[in-house]
T-cell receptor, first 114, second 115 residues
Framework: KAGVTQTPRYLIKTRGQQVTLSCSPI?????VSWYQQTPGQGLQFLFE???????NKGNFPGRFSGRQFSNSRSEMNVSTLELGDSALYLC?????????????FGQGTRLTVV | AQSVSQHNHHVILSEAASLELGCNYS??????LFWYVQYPGQHLQLLLK??????LVKGIKGFEAEFIKSKFSFNLRKPSVQWSDTAEYFC?????????????FGTGTLLAVQP
């Protein structure tokens, strides 16, 4: 079956711009989580969506936002980009609770802010 | 605050050497524990997971991990590494008692296996 698909794979933006990243979960998966991966910081949790509702949010500024559509696809948006937002953004999907299954990760979107 | 520590940032081993990667977490409640691996250019994949029961967990590709509750540790082991094990390894904790799918990751350990 198809895995988690993230688009685009690579993105270069200028400081002050905004960006939207997309994540299509595995078919049948209703939970989508987003993580920011940077060297030295590892993966940091951004937010999780389940059935179009944000179920949990990490410690990131309000410039980071997301949403989930009725088909479980999710988008995250970063407004007023800063150089420090350069990172690999990963999306993970799971059927429901991670206790009963596992989280499957996409290959990520590499965002470079110049 | 909840956190996960991976003390080895870079590990270099020769093929056939034994591997142990340390992972310690800080969280007072019930935890579920994971090890993920990220091979060069590939997505993050689950190696193994611990939810309950036998604290010695076996995963894919010959990896295993032991949960020691008294030490808040979940170290990853492999008796004999191969060149193909070169990757970055992440320990993760699921601390919310199952209410959400939030994972807290360590900063990762980059393993290089020399042929």
């Amino acid at each position: 079956k198809a895995g988690v698909t993230q688009t685009p794979r690579y993105l270069i933006k200028t400081r002050g711009q905004q960006v939207t990243l997309s994540c299509s979960p595995i078919s049948g998966h209703r939970s989508v989580s987003w993580y920011q991966q940077t060297p030295g910081q590892g993966l940091q949790f951004l937010f999780e969506y389940f059935s179009e509702t944000q179920r949990n949010k990490g410690n990131f500024p309000g410039r980071f936002s997301g949403r989930q559509f009725s088909n479980s696809r999710s988008e995250m948006n970063v407004s007023t980009l800063e150089l420090g937002d350069s990172a690999l953004y990963l999306c993970a999907s799971s059927v429901d609770r991670i206790l009963n299954t596992e989280a499957f990760f996409g290959q990520g979107t590499r965002l470079t802010v110049v | 605050a909840q956190s996960v520590s991976q003390h080895n940032h870079h590990v270099i081993l020769s093929e056939a050497a034994s591997l142990e990667l340390g992972c310690n977490y800080s969280y007072g409640g019930t935890v579920n524990l994971f090890w993920y691996v990220q091979y060069p250019g590939q997505h993050l994949q689950l190696l193994l997971k611990y939810f309950s029961g036998d604290p010695l967990v076996k995963g894919i590709k010959g990896f295993e991990a032991e949960f020691i509750k008294s030490k808040f540790s979940f170290n990853l082991r492999k008796p004999s590494v191969q060149w193909s094990d070169t990757a970055e390894y992440f320990c993760a904790v699921h601390p919310d008692g199952g209410a959400t799918n939030k994972l807290i990751f360590g900063t990762g350990t980059l393993l290089a296996v020399q042929p």
